[in-house]
């Protein structure tokens, strides 16, 4: 028999939603294991478990259909207190004037969670690593077929770094602890998405709970628990813990793609440059999907073309060092910019080179330009002038990488993955 107040269950199975697949391979993973006083899901890949759930009587537990048991609690009030209790293949839940009979799997059906015998372990800034492994995520690839690329690369040593790549783009961000041990880990993308749900959604820790001063608030650093192997990582803070299996291979030498110093930079407001690039984009996503920018002076100009619709061209104010210009697939613009409050600095060597963003001062992006056929190298102010509405716009060409580097994918799939990964964020 397992005892349960309702609003803590119903948290507990929210929490547990990334580690239950929709369409499973193996049927026993549409279940949660309750017992010992936790609540356990897993997809075989990732495996999540919550402490702090109920009181145990005897008995082993029981593994209950996650969406049926969500969708039971979702109308009985959270105070009420939910008791289970098994026979045979069926689970007897009653809460309140609520009761009900479901089936349930044998716990013995239900996958095992290995244990993990770390290697390495270190306690961090939960805040930074969050932080960093969602800046870097929206890099990784989505679908590609070597599955390094479909991850966040963790570096290890003193001075570790998250990184992402999908040969459009190349983000990474150092953070501010240190790692034991030599190389890095390869987090699957599936498994960040499941850490930041979990940071996100689970309850602070006690000592933050009630702290009053906004000051103490910021600088209160949550700890996580990091151990790891070579092949598994956990994660633990508070009642979660996550365990998960690390893909195996050799990550891109991405710091041998970072481009050297440019030629000419430009530094702007990065909610300027968005709605800038949102007034020409009606125009833009008709003509190939891409923005097209110059600057010179002080001003940035953003440009949208279409055969069809002709060219809507807006300026913001900008600091600029030489002239330039370049191009760059919508979708990957907006998504850079989205939330971005502070100075973006772009920096690059030509039209058709990788260029470097730079934001609040520190370089930590590279994106590949769609490249324009047929302009040349003229200025500015004379692409502008000279290039023609319904010119040929080409997929970007990129510089031969070294042998380390992924190769680059059609570029034609990149719009794609990104609207696929913005659709799987929002579910």
């Known amino acids: 028999m397992l005892k349960v107040q309702v609003q803590k269950l119903r948290e507990a199975l929210q929490l547990l939603e990334p580690a239950v697949p929709r369409k499973p391979s193996v049927p026993a993973l549409m279940n949660v294991r309750l017992g010992e006083g936790k609540a356990v899901a897993t997809d075989l890949e990732v495996a999540i478990t919550i402490s702090g759930v109920g009181e145990d009587g005897a008995g082993e537990g029981v593994c209950l259909d996650y969406r049926t048991l969500l969708k039971l609690l979702a109308s009985v009030p959270g105070y009420e207190m939910a008791t289970i209790t098994l026979e045979d293949k069926k689970a007897t839940l009653t809460a309140g004037a609520t009761r009900a009979v479901l089936a349930a799997l044998p716990v013995a059906d239900y996958p095992t969670i290995p244990e993990l015998k770390p290697e390495h ?23 590609d077929t070597r599955p390094v690329l479909n991850t966040v690369c963790l570096t290890l040593g003193d001075s570790p770094e998250a990184a992402g790549a999908d040969g459009f783009r190349l983000g990474w961000q150092p953070l501010p602890f ?11 993308t599936h498994t960040v998405g499941a850490l930041l749900h979990l940071w996100k959604k689970a309850p602070k820790p006690p000592e933050l709970e009630g702290m009053l001063d906004p000051a103490r608030v910021a600088t209160a650093k949550r700890l996580v628990r990091l151990q790891y192997s070579k092949d598994r990582l956990a994660v633990s803070f508070g009642q979660v813990s996550l365990i998960t299996v690390l ?15 440019g030629t000419s930079s430009v530094s702007f407001l990065a909610p300027d440059l968005e ?6 984009l009606p125009v833009a996503k008709e003509g190939s999907g891409i ?19 002709g060219t809507t061209t807006t300026v913001i104010s900008a600091v600029c060092q030489g002239e330039g210009r370049i191009a760059f697939n919508y979708l990957y613009l907006l998504e ?56 040929e716009e080409v ?33």
């Open 121 to 143: 372990e270190a306690a961090v800034d939960g805040d930074a690593l969050v932080r960093a492994l969602a800046a870097v995520l929206p890099c990784a690839a989505v679908g």
């Open 275 to 280: 709605r800038a690039a949102r007034v020409v």
């Open 336 to 391: 850079y910019l989205k939330g971005k409050e502070g100075l973006v600095t772009l920096e690059g060597t030509g039209p058709s080179a990788p260029a470097k963003f730079s934001y609040r001062g520190t370089p930590h992006l590279v994106m590949m330009p769609m490249f324009i056929k047929g302009e040349g190298e003229a200025t500015p102010a004379q692409a502008t002038a000279a290039e023609e509405p319904g010119e």
């Open 178 to 188: 240190k790692l034991p041990g030599e190389g890095a880990l390869l987090i699957p």
């Open 247 to 261: 893909t195996q291979g050799t990550f891109p030498n991405y710091r041998q793609l970072i481009p050297a110093e």
């Open 291 to 309: 923005i097209r920018l110059s600057w010179a002076e002080k001003e940035l100009r953003v440009e949208g073309r279409a055969e069809d619709l």
């Open 395 to 427: 997929e970007p060409e990129a510089p031969e990488p070294p042998p380390t580097a992924p190769e680059t994918p059609s570029a034609a799939a990149g719009p794609e993955k990104a609207r696929a990964r913005r659709k799987k964020a929002k579910k």
